[in-house]
DNA sequence: GTTTTGTATTTTGTATACATATATATTTAG
DNA sequence: CTAAATATATATGTATACAAAATACAAAAC
């Protein structure tokens, strides 16, 4: 018997193509903070029509990705330091709240998963391609994430973090940080099963606090 | 001589207005939740083309207040107890982050306008409409957000504020609750002017927490 | 009576056409 | 030669047209 459930749900509406296609160039530096974002020539090189692209477009404006002034058009965010320090500001806050309210509702399923990931991370080092050993930083905290039970603040989380896509390769491809970054995982992960709401809290103080040392450091911007 | 710069910036594009426009009446509760937004309908009744419809409820979507799915359309998002309660969650957490930093970077300008606002919105108590009053505490906090210097944080709480804005008149209704309101703010200022975070974030949470008691409880929905 | 299947209608997705504002190039006045 | 004025081109804003999917409903099958 097949599974015809499978392809339930895989229709994608092409601005949601555009917008992923559209995002990952400007992540990955292929749109140029300050570029101007032009509707026919995006259409034309996409081979879409102008009414995807726009809608795309402003889609990324919510994520902060550019920034639209009626009439003119939109261009790639500049992204400033101050920009930086803000949502770095912002992220150790809530990232703090995460981790506490983890401490009070994850279950044990949850830790074994938690385990789990860390243990697969570990095994990457140094062995797979920095943007895979990335994803499993990234699945590592979203577990915390959805451990904290509130789902507005996952939100938020997820959103706070597309900010710092451009940069999370940084911390990951310093091979000294390794060692800190495995050891910080795991004392967050033995803080969390302890649930010793200050501990976990500054231990992911210090995680964050060393990737904002880092993305900030390799900076060329201002 | 008349001055022409008056007119610049004065241009609204139609999904502006269409946006504001969806969004009162969402709040107001003339679009219930659950209802479905359906465009030619949207479009006639406003008399503009779909166009417009369709970007404003996208906007509409990111705030929060309308739920997509793809080939399916746009309804007006349910909230539950649930999500009121993550939202307010954050907002607590956000909020005590801006009073602990408003406390180290506020100037003197911006305690002179906290206290006016203060003194002014104390005078509107009993006889200006309740959404007045309620923009006027609006306008207290907002010279807080301001002087926490952070963009993001300023930006998010403002979206968070979004979401409790039908209800926003619960808590300035009830007369009984004014006192608490005016010494709240009252001890929030002093707290600021003397640079004491810790209580600033004790005042704030309580000022939070009474709101979302005054929410809850008012209630219908589950 | 219930389920299935075919059809009509409605609704969203996308493309395109036209209107209008902005940017660019050209001309003209000083 | 510079700068204001004008013409031209380009880009966005909005409306509309057409395609395709989802929904509603009726007829047929069981």
């Known amino acids: ?30 749109l140029e903070p300050g570029e101007h974002l032009m509707e026919v020539q995006l259409a034309n090189k996409l081979g879409v029509s102008r009414t995807p692209i726009r809608e795309a477009i402003r889609q990324l404006q919510t994520e902060g990705l550019v920034i639209m002034t009626p009439r003119k058009g939109a261009v790639v965010a500049e992204i400033t330091r101050e920009d930086l320090t ?3 500001e912002v992220r150790i806050t809530l990232e703090k709240m995460a981790v506490a309210l983890a401490c009070e509702n ?3 399923d949850e830790i074994e998963r938690l385990k789990k990931s860390q243990q697969e991370l570990e095994n990457m080092l140094g062995n797979d391609k920095l943007t895979d050993i990335a994803n499993k930083d990234e699945e590592f905290h979203d577990i915390i994430y959805g451990a904290s039970r509130n789902k507005r603040l996952i939100q938020i989380l997820n959103n706070l973090r597309e900010q710092l896509y451009r940069y999370r390769i940084e911390y990951i491809k310093d091979e000294q940080k390794w060692v800190t970054l495995v050891e910080e995982h795991n004392l967050l992960i033995a803080a969390i099963e302890n ?10 103080r210090k995680h964050i ?14």
């Open 86 to 88: 803000d949502v770095l």
């Open 106 to 108: 994850i279950n044990q």
């Open 195 to 204: 649930k010793d709401i200050e501990e976990a809290k500054n231990v992911i």
């Open 1 to 30: 018997m097949h599974d015809f459930t499978m392809r339930i749900n895989e229709y994608l509406p092409l601005r949601e193509v555009v917008f992923h296609t559209l995002r990952d160039a400007i992540l990955r530096g292929e």
């Open 209 to 222: 606090d060393n990737q904002r040392k880092t993305i900030l450091e390799n900076l060329k911007i201002n």
